[in-house]
Each structure stands twice: as C-alpha cells, then as structure tokens.
C-alpha cells in the first residue's frame, strides 16, 4: 500500500475514514480476465489500481487453480489482490484483513461483484482467528505508517504462514525494498527477490529449510 500521499489523522490506514464515502470504477486485466470494482475515497489507492499492487499481481505467482489455501491479503484495501486469488484458485478461501472499515465493506461489495462472496471472509485485523494458519500471504504493505510498525506487521503475520506457505510482498525499491529484504533475512526468514519492475521489489519469503 505504498502511494506517494503523506500521512495524516485520516489516511487509509484510518480504522473510520473521516472523507465521504464518494465512489469510483476501477478496472484492470489479470490472467486474460477484467476485474471492474469500486473503490471509494479514504481507501488506499482509490482513484486507480496501485501500481505496486500491478506488479505484484503481474510478477508473482497466483495461486493454482486447485490450492484449497487459506490465502491472506494483508491490507486488503478495496479488495484487488482478494478478488484475484479468489477468482484463480475457486477451491480457497481468501481472508481479506484491513484496519479500515470502509475497506473491509468494500471489499465484500467487490467479491460480490466477481462472483467469490462465499469464500470470501473480511475481517479486522484482530478478528483473525489465532489458531489459523496461511498457506500463502500477499501484501502491499503500507510502509508509509514507518519502519517500526511495518517490522511489527510482518512480524505478527508472516508466522501464520503454514510450513512450506509462501509470503508475496511488493515494496518500492525507494521506500525501502532492499532495506526490508535484509531485514526479514536477519529475522530468519528466507527472501528472494522474485521481480523487479518500474521500481517495485516482488519478494517471495519462506521459512528457512532447517
């Protein structure tokens, strides 16, 4: 979730966004099929699909279509990463997790339209139930809310990745990409830089084979 606007009281990450609820269409091609969802003001990268996400999208590897998941989306925001996984592997189940509850509704409204509502399951972040487990993660993390909270969001979600799960992540090389790689490495993880384009990072990050 890494755009250019600067923090303030009432930005994306805002658990009750303060702006109007003004709508928008936003659509976008993934795999050979057209995505049309709303996006709305106070939500991340309203006005378009972000391109952090794109790449994410364009570089990663989606899901197989017989992956039974769970999959997590990471700040989900209007729902473009969730409705993909859940579109391309119709025998998972995608949490969709954000702060911001105009997102989360959004998001639910969006998976409605694709036609994957059902498995679907929006939730807040602490509403996740402790015991489950991921077999993939995908985040464009908000790295603009500063190093030491986005080190403690990935150090609470990336242990829920299932043995042998994989993390998705797309960071901006000016942002930090390289800086988060290593540090994710020192935390013991295994990273690998997947991609790079139009200056984003795609990294892929597992547990360390023992």
């Known amino acids: 979730m890494g755009d250019n606007a600067p923090v303030t009281g009432d930005h994306y990450f805002s658990p009750q966004p303060g702006t109007a609820d003004v709508r928008s269409e936003i659509e976008f091609t993934v795999a050979g099929r057209d995505y049309p969802l709303t996006a709305a003001a106070g939500v991340f990268s309203a006005g378009r699909l972000d391109p952090g996400t794109a790449v994410l999208l364009r570089k990663a590897d989606l899901p197989a279509p017989t992956d039974p998941g769970p999959f997590l989306d990471l700040g989900c925001g209007y729902g473009p990463i969730t409705c993909v996984l859940a579109d391309q592997a119709p025998a998972a189940t995608v949490y969709a997790v ?85 540090w994710l490495r020192e935390q013991g993880w295994q990273v690998d830089r997947h991609a790079s384009q139009k200056g984003y990072r795609v990294l892929r990050v597992t547990h360390h084979a023992d």
């Open 98 to 182: 954000d702060v911001n509850a105009r997102a989360r509704e959004l998001t639910l409204l969006n998976a409605g339209r694709i036609g994957v509502a059902d498995r679907v399951r929006v939730a807040d972040p602490d509403r996740v139930p402790s015991e489950l487990t991921f077999t993939q993660l995908w985040s464009n993390p908000p790295i603009r809310v500063g190093k030491a909270e986005l080190h403690a969001l990935l150090a609470r979600w990336l242990p829920r990745l299932a043995p042998g799960g994989v993390g998705w992540l797309v960071i901006a090389r000016y942002l930090g990409g390289d800086s988060v790689q290593q």
